[in-house]
């Protein structure tokens, strides 16, 4: 269940540009 926290990390980082 923690794909959910990778994902937002991710995400996060992508908008963060």
């Known amino acids: 269940m ?3 926290s990778r ?3 991710r ?3 992508l ?3």
């Open 2 to 4: 923690e794909d959910t």
């Open 7 to 9: 994902d937002l990390t």
């Open 11 to 13: 995400w996060q980082n």
């Open 15 to 17: 908008t963060a540009h």
